[in-house]
Every structure is written in structure tokens, then in C-alpha cells.
């Protein structure tokens, strides 16, 4: 197993009734062969389809666990978790990327460089981007949290600067759905250590109460005011609040 490609080592457990396998050649094709529900099986590569506006689904080629049979291309989301949080591949930086590049770093309006950084399957069951140096604090969060019965997942992670920008300028214009956005440039989802967590209603979550008491311990920290979503992977502010015997930064309110 990689870092990249968590579901390596793995087995997973046919959940649907109906878990239609795919023409290899075409995915979006449907045959008329399933995977049996209750299949323990194993993913051998992974594709990913392009639904369109960012939507996508993630396909894997499964086989037996013993590796003996080989079932087909089914949509992990008939699998028991649906490939929540599994890390799919590296993300290199591009050659002669700039600073508007998928792959470029910004803090406090400043360019930072470029970074690696690695897909995920998030809460949407959308693809999402982290660092490559916050996934082993993360996946131990998601670990740590499942071990008390709790998901952990997120909703968005690194972000380009076009993407940034994308976001600023609906909420600047007051479209509908679209959450406070901070200028292109200025986000700490553009230096890597920010985690939109999935976390619906604030206070009262399951989730959310767990990462009040757990998330600092792990290096994960609240940083922004009247956003319960919003974590930062910052171990010397986490390590800070901790001691303070809270899970926020100074200034931060619910």
C-alpha cells in the first residue's frame, strides 16, 4: 500500500443487492452480471467517472479475496462505506505549474510554492484534494473516530486558486448554497491545513462533539468563528488549545 492507494490492502464488503458490474470499456454501460451482496472482495484499480459540476463516481475493478475470481468494474458505492476516505492517487505538482496552478500554495495573499498533494473520496462521495503531509495525521483522526463508533469525513480540503476564487465570487454575489468563502489568495484551504469536516448542525453532532474532545490530540484545531466545519491541522495552536482545555483558537466562537 501507498499513501495514494489506501484501499490496497483491503477488503471490502459488497453492501447493494444490486451491484451491477460495468462494460471495462465503457462505465457508464451497464451488464447484466452482479457482484453477490455480502462478496468480501478486493479493489484492484480504481477509475473514476465525471458526472459533471464536480460530481463523479468512483469505480473499482473488483476480484475475489482470495484474489481467485475476478467479478468486474462495480461503483464502490455498493460497497459497505462507499470508499469514503479511501486515497485513490498522487497528485504531483505539473511541470512549469505556476502560481494560479492546480498544485500552487497560497497564505495571507502570498504565493507559497507548489505542493504534493493526494485525491480522496470525501463525504459527498466526491474527489477532494490534501497534502501529502496532513494525510497520515488525518487518516489517524478517521481511525481514531471509527474506533468510537464515529465518521469522520470531510467535505473539502485543498483548494486551487482558481477554485478560491470560484467560491469568493458566489459568495460575494449571494448565490444560494454558497457557504463564506475568503478572498482568492487568503484561504488556509490554499496552504494545505485547512479540513471542511463534515459535521451537519454544529453542536449536538455526533462527530462534531467527538472532534471537540478528541480532534486537538491528533494536532486538529477549530480556527474560525460561527464555521464548526472548519479544522485545521496546526499541532502547535491544536497543542495550545488542548492544554487551554478547549478545541479553539483564541477569538474563535461557536
Given at each position: 500500500?501507498?499513501?495514494a492507494?489506501s484501499?490496497?490492502?483491503?477488503?471490502?464488503?459488497?453492501?447493494?443487492?444490486?451491484?451491477?458490474?460495468?462494460?471495462?470499456?465503457?462505465?457508464?454501460a451497464?451488464?447484466?452480471?452482479?457482484?453477490?451482496?455480502?462478496?468480501?472482495?478486493?479493489i484492484a484499480?480504481?477509475?473514476?467517472?465525471?458526472?459533471?459540476?464536480?460530481?463523479?463516481?468512483v469505480?473499482?475493478?473488483?476480484?475475489?479475496?482470495?484474489?481467485?475470481?475476478?467479478?468486474?468494474?462495480?461503483?464502490?458505492?455498493?460497497?459497505?462505506?462507499?470508499?469514503?476516505?479511501?486515497?485513490?492517487?498522487?497528485?504531483?505538482?505539473e511541470?512549469?505549474?505556476?502560481?494560479?496552478?492546480?498544485?500552487?500554495?497560497?497564505?495571507k495573499?502570498?504565493?507559497?510554492?507548489?505542493?504534493e498533494l493526494?485525491?480522496?473520496?470525501?463525504?459527498?462521495?466526491?474527489?477532494?484534494?490534501?497534502a501529502?503531509n496532513?494525510?497520515?495525521p488525518?487518516?489517524?483522526?478517521?481511525a481514531?473516530?471509527a474506533a468510537?463508533?464515529?465518521?469522520?469525513?470531510?467535505?473539502?480540503?485543498?483548494?486551487?486558486?482558481?477554485?478560491?476564487?470560484?467560491?469568493?465570487?458566489?459568495f460575494?454575489k449571494?448565490?444560494?448554497?454558497?457557504?463564506?468563502?475568503?478572498?482568492?489568495?487568503g484561504?488556509?484551504?490554499?496552504?494545505?491545513?485547512?479540513?471542511?469536516i463534515?459535521?451537519?448542525?454544529?453542536?449536538?453532532?455526533?462527530?462534531?462533539?467527538?472532534?471537540?474532545?478528541?480532534?486537538?490530540?491528533?494536532?486538529?484545531?477549530?480556527?474560525?468563528?460561527?464555521?464548526?466545519?472548519?479544522?485545521?491541522?496546526?499541532?502547535?495552536?491544536?497543542e495550545?488549545?488542548?492544554?487551554?482545555?478547549?478545541?479553539?483558537?483564541?477569538g474563535?466562537?461557536?
Amino acid at each position: 500500500m501507498t499513501v495514494a492507494e489506501s484501499f490496497r490492502d483491503k477488503t471490502f464488503v459488497v453492501a447493494d443487492p444490486d451491484a451491477r458490474i460495468r462494460e471495462a470499456g465503457d462505465l457508464a454501460a451497464l451488464t447484466t452480471a452482479t457482484v453477490p451482496k455480502g462478496a468480501r472482495v478486493r479493489i484492484a484499480e480504481v477509475r473514476v467517472l465525471e458526472t459533471g459540476n464536480k460530481s463523479s463516481i468512483v469505480f473499482g475493478r473488483a476480484v475475489s479475496e482470495d484474489g481467485a475470481t475476478e467479478f468486474g468494474w462495480t461503483s464502490t458505492r455498493n460497497l459497505d462505506g462507499k470508499f469514503v476516505n479511501e486515497t485513490l492517487w498522487a497528485v504531483p505538482p505539473e511541470n512549469g505549474a505556476g502560481r494560479f496552478g492546480p498544485n500552487a500554495a497560497w497564505s495571507k495573499g502570498a504565493y507559497l510554492g507548489q505542493v504534493e498533494l493526494v485525491a480522496i473520496v470525501d463525504a459527498k462521495l466526491e474527489i477532494e484534494r490534501l497534502a501529502l503531509n496532513t494525510i497520515e495525521p488525518y487518516v489517524a483522526l478517521v481511525a481514531a473516530g471509527a474506533a468510537d463508533g464515529v465518521l469522520v469525513a470531510i467535505n473539502s480540503g485543498f483548494r486551487s486558486y482558481p477554485e478560491q476564487k470560484l467560491l469568493w465570487e458566489g459568495f460575494s454575489k449571494g448565490i444560494p448554497g454558497v457557504n463564506r468563502a475568503a478572498k482568492p489568495g487568503g484561504s488556509n484551504h490554499q496552504n494545505g491545513i485547512a479540513f471542511d469536516i463534515a459535521v451537519p448542525g454544529g453542536d449536538g453532532n455526533p462527530t462534531y462533539e467527538w472532534l471537540k474532545k478528541h480532534a486537538t490530540g491528533f494536532g486538529f484545531v477549530r480556527t474560525v468563528s460561527k464555521e464548526p466545519w472548519h479544522w485545521e491541522y496546526d499541532p502547535p495552536r491544536a497543542e495550545a488549545a488542548k492544554r487551554g482545555g478547549t478545541f479553539r483558537t483564541p477569538g474563535v466562537n461557536p
